[in-house]
């Protein structure tokens, strides 16, 4: 199988990253990880790319020319999917246009419900029954793109944000790999 290259975009704990790293050593998996982007220079998650001698590259997205860097790197690499896996930072309509349907992202939610921040806080406060994770593909609108796959729980009267958010990256671990086999299963 020809793997197809991806770079994994990330802005914190990088947990997703290295559960996508672990997926991306099964020669049937169809992703290879070539490159790691981070908008953080404290964030953890590079500890990931380091370990595995994948090239990351951390740039300032604040700088006006983030994109532009990004774009030549990620054509330096040929790459052909991007993974958000916790990038915080919005991207552009031109840079989208760019890799239109080749960026997916893992939201927090049950898409379209919450999306956007604090996530957690706003289902508790709305005493949701249920939550999960949703992969999608990433179009200009935030959070906005196709679903590819969610998953879910049931939410009990225990949970709290700490809980919430621990179930939800653990059903993410799961969606995320799922989602990529199913983008590319009849390609
Ligand atoms: C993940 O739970 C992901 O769903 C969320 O950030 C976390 C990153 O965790 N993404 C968003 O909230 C995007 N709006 P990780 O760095 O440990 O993979």
Request: glycine share 4%; net charge positive.
């Amino acid at each position: 199988m020809v793997k197809k290259k991806t770079c994994v975009f990330i802005s914190g704990n990088g947990s997703n990253l290295k559960n996508l790293i672990y997926s991306s050593r099964n020669n049937n998996f169809p992703i290879s990880i070539e490159l790691v982007i981070c908008n953080n220079k404290k964030a953890k998650g590079i500890i990931y790319a380091k370990k595995n001698s994948i090239p990351f590259l951390i740039l300032n997205t604040k700088m006006r020319n983030f994109e532009r860097i990004a774009l030549k790197e990620l054509k330096k690499y040929k790459i052909e999917l991007i993974c958000l896996a916790g990038f915080m930072r919005i991207i552009s309509k031109e840079f989208i246009n760019k890799f239109k349907r080749k960026i997916i992202n893992i939201h927090p939610s049950l898409l379209p419900k919450y999306k956007g921040l604090n996530t957690f806080e706003r289902i508790l406060k709305d005493k949701e029954k249920k939550t999960g994770c949703t992969v999608h593909f990433v179009n200009e609108n935030l959070d906005g793109g196709r679903v590819i796959l969610q998953k879910s729980f049931l939410i009990k009267k225990s949970d709290n944000i700490l809980s919430l958010k621990q179930k939800t990256q653990n059903l993410e671990y799961k969606a995320f790999p799922e989602a990529i086999v199913k983008i590319f299963r009849y390609n």
